[in-house]
Each structure stands twice: as C-alpha cells, then as structure tokens.
C-alpha cells in the first residue's frame, strides 16, 4: 500500500523552482518524490512542512539530490536532517526564510 503524498511544483517570487511536498514520505512513496526532483535541473526549493513523517527512503532522495537542493521544514523535521547529516549539505530553513527553531 502507498502512503498519501502530494508533490505540487511551482515557483518562488524569484523564479527558482519549488517542491511543495504533503503527506509522509517513506518506502513506498520515495520513487515519486525522486521523480519530481529528477524532472527538473539547477536549484530547487523543497518545501517540506506538510511532510508529517520522513523515512531512510526519503532521505536517501534528498541526499541523492543535495548539491541543488534548499529546503523549508519545521521543527518536527529538523532532527532528523541534523542526525542524518542532510543538515550539513543544504541549506536549511524555517518557513518565511529563518533559522528553523530547535
């Protein structure tokens, strides 16, 4: 069974790409979301709020494309991208272009 995920691209106000992603990523869905950021070329934003829960799967996605990648999460997530090390190689930031909070 695939977990619920929702991928809606778009654009920042500066035209860079963005990845608004929804849902959980995991196993089942991770090929979708390596689909979406395999479509594209240059910097992406990804925007990962709505991600309620995010597996090796996922992660092994977003390091496969960590040299283009910024993404926006909350503090749910931000533990996982630091103990992962995912933390180190992108940037990183909360919603409205801070520091996400500890």
């Known amino acids: 069974m695939t977990t619920p995920l929702t991928l809606t691209p778009g654009r920042r106000p500066d035209g860079t790409p963005r990845l608004m992603v929804s849902g959980e990523i995991d196993m089942s ?3 979708s979301l ?3 950021l395999d479509a594209g070329s240059g910097p992406v934003e990804v925007d990962l ?4 829960y995010l597996d090796s799967a996922g ?3 977003l390091f496969a494309h960590a040299d283009r990648l910024e993404l926006v999460v909350t503090p749910l997530l931000q533990p996982v991208l630091t103990v992962s090390g995912l933390a180190e190689l992108v940037t ?3 919603p409205g272009g ?3 909070r500890p």
């Open 29 to 31: 869905n991770a090929g």
């Open 34 to 36: 390596a689909e979406a």
């Open 49 to 52: 709020t709505a991600v309620e």
């Open 59 to 61: 992660l092994s996605v």
């Open 92 to 94: 990183v930031h909360a």
């Open 98 to 100: 801070g520091p996400p």
